[in-house]
């Protein structure tokens, strides 16, 4: 896989995250929103997640994001501590990243992301 990182500027101005990667792959998926690029096809655990607004994906990496502040949260599975996650285009949420499980049936999802399925694209409908 071979990434591209260019400077990231909004409105003449450098943002908070001042590089966006672009992934240099067949298979991408973008914010719906902006058509960033956050993740590839193989980083894609499991299609069978509940996010906010329906279905969600659960991804092991997730590019061009801001993370947000540390919450506990009572999610299906039990309390998790996680972070929402924005894409850095256009600062919608699209998901979050599971930062801590207390269930130990769950501790697979540390350090993964959930990403709404509303909020991405495939990048040339593959």
Known sequence: ???????????????NKEYQTFLDSERIYTCSKCHTHLAEHKELISKAFQGRLGRAYL????????????????????????????????NTVIGWK???????????KENKYIVEKAMILKENNW
Do not use: P
Not at 67 to 89: M, N
């Open 98 to 108: 599971y930062v801590h499980a207390f269930q130990e049936d769950q501790k697979y």
């Open 59 to 90: 991804f092991n990496a997730v590019e061009n994001v801001c993370l947000g502040q540390k919450e506990d949260r009572t999610l299906i599975t039990g309390v998790h501590t996680v972070k929402d996650i924005s894409c850095i285009g256009c």
């Open 1 to 15: 896989m071979f990434r591209q990182t260019f400077l990231f500027k909004k409105n003449n101005m450098v943002s």
